[in-house]
């Protein structure tokens, strides 16, 4: 669908191309109004104005849609912006890898391998509950999709299963290392820790969160979604349910992180730091391959994390 990205611009470049808009605002300039937009796609953002007919369009222009824009490329401040001449929603097949980032990795060859992990769950009853999960194909197809975060971690399309099949091998790993975890628990765990973050991102043009992201939480879309499963499985062990929907309910281990309770069993605490380390690692990883370039040793300030990273010096 796209012929030229926002990382590609150069000044006097002819567009005529979509982006999704993300900001909008009706501005005054010497008594004259005037538009001003925020556009962007998988490469970037860039601010687009519109001098004529700025209050004609301004009601087309809904946050969130993908639109064509016809305008060219200038500057302002020592900045790319575009001079919109006009613009209207999109038609037709959206291509949402063109607007959003999207895993590096194979999505289809992660999912086999999330599959072969949840396969060799042994437990009958947890057994049932994984088949259940998968071959609800809708639910997979959403959950193939789904970012793992907004910001911070596994901020792209493909990213909850990316984060999801790494906090399952390394409780894998973990089930190997202490004895006393169950292991055909932590892996169910592991699987369906994550899995409200199905429905808390709205992912139209861009990450942002869902009405059911903002009132309720993935942690609850996800107790709530495996509690409605394991009652349709016949006997299920009340005692089994119980510290699975532990596990949904304590992985961010901190009350003050949205954690309803904190971890209280061995593979509660468990996958809590699996979940923290792969999300921390994950993290540290998109600000290392973003902004290390040569003669460059520490990225700049991160507030999320109240530091600053180091890179190192490049190797010759």
């Not at 369009?57 to 064509?68: D, K, L, S, T």
């Not at 302002?76 to 590096?104: R, V």
């Not at 921390?280 to 460059?296: C, E, L, S, V």
Request: one cysteine or more.
């Amino acid at each position: 669908m796209k012929s030229i990205f926002v990382r590609d611009f150069k000044v006097g470049n002819r567009i005529a191309d979509f982006f999704v808009l993300r900001k909008k605002e009706l501005k005054e300039y010497d008594g004259q109004k005037f538009l001003k937009l925020e556009l962007g796609d998988k490469s970037g953002r860039v601010d687009a104005v519109m001098w004529d007919d700025a209050e004609k369009f301004y009601p087309r222009a809904e946050v969130g849609n993908i639109i064509q824009v016809k305008g060219s490329v200038t500057t302002y401040k020592d900045s790319m912006q575009i001079k919109l001449e006009s613009f209207k929603k999109a038609e037709g097949k959206i291509e949402l890898s063109d607007f959003l980032p999207t895993s590096e990795k194979d999505v289809e060859e992660l999912f086999s391998k999330l599959k072969e992990i949840a396969f060799s769950v042994e437990n009958r009853y947890l057994k049932a509950l994984l088949e259940n999960l998968f071959d609800d194909s809708a639910l997979m197809e959403k959950f193939k999709q789904a970012p793992g975060g907004k910001l911070w971690h596994h901020s792209y399309l493909g990213g909850l299963l990316e984060h999801t099949l790494r906090v399952a091998q390394i409780c894998q790993k973990a089930s190997d290392l202490y004895e006393l975890v169950d292991r055909d628990l932590i892996i169910t765990g592991a699987l369906v820790h994550d899995i409200g973050k199905i429905s808390q991102y709205s992912t139209t043009g861009f990450i942002d969160y869902s009405d059911e992201g903002r009132l309720v939480g993935h942690i609850v879309s996800g107790y709530e979604m495996i509690a409605r499963r394991i009652e349709k499985i016949k006997d299920f062990p009340e005692k089994l349910s119980l510290k699975l929907r532990h596990l949904i309910l304590s992985h961010q281990g901190q009350l003050e992180m949205a954690s309803p309770v904190v971890p209280q069993t061995l593979e509660a605490i468990i996958l809590h730091h699996a979940d923290e380390m792969d999300a921390k690692a994950g993290a540290f990883t998109h600000i290392i391959k973003r902004d290390k370039y040569k003669n460059k040793e520490w990225s700049d300030f991160v507030p999320l994390i109240q530091r600053f990273i180091y890179f190192g010096e490049d190797e010759k």
